[in-house]
């Protein structure tokens, strides 16, 4: 049987539809692809402005450019005759351009097309990886790519050399580590300090967890990058404008906002701090390789759909803490995700001094996490080596392989 090569070139398309998530997976991708295993890696983008923000040495105003080895293209309605690549990559079920779709069916050899989804630990997921969906008129056959956390689904993005470098920067006290905290604008915090970033959207149960903290006996910074939980933190601190260099203190609690950061430095954040809040997908993966406790806030989808996602996830990362760390982790995150997440614009008002959809568990749940934080470090490293075993980015390259095998054979 003739094996398949891998592929010389890929065309990755990224709908920018909102908070940075789909843009930070295709262009941690793209970059994995180029510079790890020599792709020519187009990355095709209708919103350069965000991508700007996670690679600063981007031009929002560029129709083509060259960024960190991927050539970088706005994707406009007016799309460009172009050569469609080898392997032709659909993030997130994003429709790609009709004549870039024709141009595929033209090749004497179809591209490999895949609709790489979004990240799920349900358990259907495994059945509907790498499944086909063949083009109702032209001779192109799509197929579904999942990321995941078993050995039966796509894995996770995970660059070569990111535990090298997480180990040295943990080792490194004197000059990385210490590098980090001034490039922030800190002095290193004490060894008694507990740092935590929170990176996370609007979050009814952000003031009970602020109030455990401002009244625990245990020091606590607090590092928010800019984002949409921003506003809300600062309301806390009776201050309606929060922004970038900003500190806050009351009781125990030290608030400092960071201003947006590029992804290369949030790993250092993440690296840098004892327990990480975060959001959506990207940031959620990353805080994995950290190898600290998490907690993830999903994003809310209509009838609570992300819950059976959020408990999904749960039951596997659980499996193997022991009964009491189990219940302190699902009893946090589901404070942290009671019902979905409510916006707010004023401080609390009805008779309780409460928003709608306020959690006053949160800051409950949070003296159980923290008390099981010794088995829970424990656990987020061996989590991290486990899953290191499954890389998207060289399931990615293995399928194109299969295909090319079945399509010769």
Request: charged fraction near 20%; hydrophobic fraction near 40%.
């Amino acid at each position: 049987m003739k094996r398949a090569s891998r592929p010389q070139t890929c065309d990755i398309f990224c709908n920018v539809i909102d908070n940075y998530g789909d843009i930070g997976v295709c262009w941690r991708l793209a970059r994995q692809l180029a510079n790890e295993h020599g792709l020519a890696v187009r990355l095709w983008v209708d919103d350069l402005g965000s991508l700007a923000k996670l690679c600063p040495g981007a031009d929002a105003t560029l129709q083509s450019q060259h960024r960190r080895g991927v050539e970088v293209c706005l994707w406009s309605k007016n799309f460009p005759e172009v050569q469609p690549a080898e392997l032709v990559i659909e993030a997130f079920a994003c429709k790609l351009p009709q004549g870039y779709i024709e141009a595929m069916a033209a090749q004497q050899q179809n591209p490999v097309w895949v609709n790489l989804e979004y990240l799920s630990a349900e358990d259907w997921v495994e059945g509907c990886h790498k499944l086909p969906s063949p083009h109702p008129s032209l001779t192109l056959t799509k197929y579904f790519f999942f990321p995941g956390f078993t050995p039966k689904t796509g894995g996770l993005l995970l660059e070569r050399d990111l535990f090298a470098r997480r180990d040295a920067f943990l080792s490194d006290t004197l000059q990385q580590q210490q590098a980090f905290w001034r490039s922030i604008g800190m002095a290193m915090p004490s060894a008694e300090t507990l740092k935590i970033s929170l990176f996370a959207y609007e979050n009814a149960a952000l003031e009970s967890l602020f109030d455990a903290w401002a009244n625990g006996t245990q020091p606590v910074l607090c590092l928010v990058p800019e984002g949409r939980i921003l506003p809300q933190a600062g309301l806390y601190f009776d201050d309606d404008a929060p922004r970038a260099g900003g500190t806050y203190t009351r009781g125990n609690l030290q608030v400092r906002v960071l201003p947006f950061i590029e992804q290369e430095r949030y790993d250092e954040l993440l690296w840098a701090c004892d327990v990480n809040f975060v959001r959506g997908e990207d940031s959620f993966v990353r805080a994995q390789w950290a190898g600290r406790p998490f907690i993830w806030q999903i994003y809310p989808q209509h009838d609570a759909v992300h819950l059976k996602k959020l408990q999904a996830f749960l039951m596997l990362y659980s499996e193997q803490l022991s009964r009491s760390a189990s219940q302190a982790v699902e009893g946090f995150w589901q404070a942290w995700n009671p019902d979905g997440t409510t916006s707010h614009s004023t401080k609390p008002s009805n008779d309780n001094g409460q928003v709608a959809g306020y959690s006053t568990g949160s800051g409950q749940a949070w003296l159980s996490f923290v008390a099981a934080r010794g088995e829970l470090d424990s656990h987020a490293q061996h989590w991290a080596r486990l899953q290191a075993e499954n890389n998207l980015a060289l399931n990615l390259l293995d399928f194109f392989q299969e295909i090319g095998t079945m399509r010769a054979n």
